[in-house]
């Protein structure tokens, strides 16, 4: 790619094209909201000092705007060139950066400046943010060859996804992007949520790495519109509600098993809250088992007062999908179950 002038600004293809670090100079709450995956923040302004700067752009002029912006920039300049050094020391040759705000304006264009006085290349997004939040949602409205797998609560859907390694098959996964596995107790042990608005990022760069790679299908695991506070963007949502299902199958006690495996680590506060939030669809007697089982540290014993209703919760989704393989995998390891799968013949995409 031919190098363009460092004040002009690439578009969100080309901008992507580079491998330079990412900068975003937006204020801590614009960035924590959603950011290019990767870029690093080193705001020009506060969260407040944006405020103030905009209301003076909105109720006075530009200029003031801009002197106002000033008046904020011009102390932390040192600051600001050492944070700029930092973030290129690592690179030996052709030392640059890029760099986007929300628009592509004044901003980007300024830490563009001052990152040029002291010799480092500059390569702006045209739109800024805005325009790379147009790419993120068209992503979601390409063609995607898409296959479910589901299968009840405790079949380990999720470890099998993330033990596939075959350059056919492009694996998204959903609750590790989201930090959360879909149910009551989906959060625990999943660390924070990303907001919905950066899920949405990080889903389309995965989407984006399956369009560059040799894949031929996408598969993810069924899931609800919502995990947690994300939400899975409607143009996906739609392509998976018409993609067939590979459902897995396996022995109950099995899937009991796997459950206590992944919920005992967690707080036994942390598993009465979960269940205490759907106590109303288990109903008093389940709810009760539960909770009592768990003060008595019997894991089993909890999952199993749990299991038939979300196992009735999946058979009343399965009925809305016609294209279905099943296939039982009970006392199978990931890796013969993969070569189980592999063998079948699935429905077509």
């Known amino acids: ?71 904020v920039t011009l102390p932390k300049i040192i600051k600001l060139l050492e944070l700029i050094k930092e973030i290129t020391i690592l690179q030996e040759d052709n030392k640059s950066i890029r760099i986007y705000c929300w628009r592509g304006g004044m901003r980007s264009s300024a830490f563009a400046w001052l990152a040029r006085t002291i010799g480092i290349k500059t390569y702006l997004l045209k739109g800024g943010y805005k325009n790379y939040r147009k790419w993120v949602l068209n992503e979601f409205e390409s063609n995607l060859p898409i296959r479910l797998i589901g299968g009840r609560t405790g079949t380990r859907k999720t470890d099998l996804l993330n033990y596939i390694d075959n350059e056919d098959i492009h694996v998204i996964d959903l609750e590790g992007i989201a930090h959360h596995r879909g149910s009551s107790f989906g959060s625990l042990g999943m660390g924070q949520q990303p907001s919905t608005q950066q899920f949405e990022n990080i889903l389309a760069e995965s989407i984006d790495k399956f369009h560059e790679s040799n894949a031929v299908e996408i598969w993810i695991e069924a899931e609800s519109s919502n995990l947690g506070k994300c939400r899975i963007p409607n143009g996906l949502y739609t392509k ?110």
């Not at 491998?19 to 614009?30: A, L």
């Not at 405020?51 to 909105?58: A, D, N, V, Y």
């Open 1 to 71: 790619m031919s190098e363009k002038p460092t004040n002009s600004g690439y578009p969100v293809t080309d901008f992507r094209k580079l491998t330079n670090p990412i900068v975003d100079v937006r204020s801590p709450n614009e960035y924590s909201q959603g950011h290019w995956p990767g870029a690093i923040n080193i705001p020009l302004f506060s969260d407040r000092e944006r405020e103030l700067i905009g209301k003076s752009f909105k109720k006075e002029s530009r200029l003031r705007a801009i002197v106002n912006g000033l008046k």
């Open 240 to 349: 998976m509600k018409k993609a067939p299902i590979l459902e897995i199958i396996k022995m109950k006690n099995e899937r009991v098993e796997n459950l206590v495996n992944v919920y005992s680590q967690n707080s036994q506060t942390e598993l009465k809250d979960a269940i205490n939030r759907i106590s109303k669809r288990l109903g008093p007697q389940r709810t009760k088992e539960a909770l009592d089982a768990i003060d008595q540290k019997k894991w089993s014993k909890a999952c199993k007062a749990m299991l038939d209703y979300y196992d009735k919760c999946y058979e009343y989704e399965l009925k809305k999908s016609k294209n279905i393989d099943s296939v039982d995998l009970s006392g199978l390891s990931l890796k013969s179950s993969l070569i189980k799968i592999f063998k079948m013949n699935l429905n077509p995409l």
